[in-house]
C-alpha cells in the first residue's frame, strides 16, 4: 500500500511538471491488482501489448533497418544472421552496425560470402586476449 502511494504520487507529479510516465508489466493496467485510484490513472494512458518477433518478421526488421542505411542485404545473408548470431533484436541490430562499418570500409555489398568473412572476422578478433600496454 506504501508504494502505490508513492507510485500514485510520483505519476501525479510527473503529470503536473508536463512529464512522461512509463510503466511495464505482465498484463494490461486495468487487470493490476492495485489500488484503484492509481489503476485508472495508468489505464489512461497509451497500453501496447508486445510479442517476441518471429524469425520472419526479425528478417524483414533487418532488411527494413538495412534499406533505410541503403544498403542491400542478400536474403541468405540474413538468414546467416538468424542462424548464427544470437537472434535477439540488439544483437542483430549491432551485427548490421558492424556489417554496415566493414561494407563501406572495404566497399563491398553484403552479400553471403563477405557477412560469413565479416563475422569470422568479428568472433575471432572478440576471442583475442587483450594484450597488455608493455607487450
Do not use: C, W
Not at 11 to 27: I, K, M, P, T
Not at 63 to 71: E, K, M, Y
Not at 91 to 96: G, N, Q, S
Amino acid at each position: 500500500a506504501e508504494r502505490q502511494a508513492a507510485l500514485f504520487d510520483l505519476y501525479n507529479q510527473a503529470a503536473a511538471a508536463g512529464g512522461r510516465f512509463l510503466v511495464a508489466g505482465d498484463r494490461a493496467p486495468r487487470e493490476l491488482g492495485l489500488r484503484e485510484d492509481l489503476r485508472t490513472r495508468l489505464a489512461a494512458g497509451l497500453a501496447f501489448e508486445l510479442h517476441p518477433l518471429s524469425d520472419d518478421e526479425k528478417a524483414a526488421a533487418l532488411a527494413a533497418d538495412a534499406a533505410a542505411r541503403g544498403l542491400r542485404v542478400d536474403e541468405a545473408a540474413i538468414a546467416y544472421l538468424l542462424t548464427h548470431v544470437a537472434r535477439d533484436m540488439a544483437t542483430l541490430a549491432a551485427v548490421l552496425d558492424a556489417l554496415d562499418r566493414a561494407s563501406l570500409e572495404r566497399q563491398r555489398a553484403l552479400t553471403l560470402p563477405f557477412v560469413r568473412e565479416t563475422l569470422a572476422a568479428i568472433t575471432a578478433k572478440a576471442q583475442r586476449p587483450e594484450r597488455s600496454a608493455k607487450e
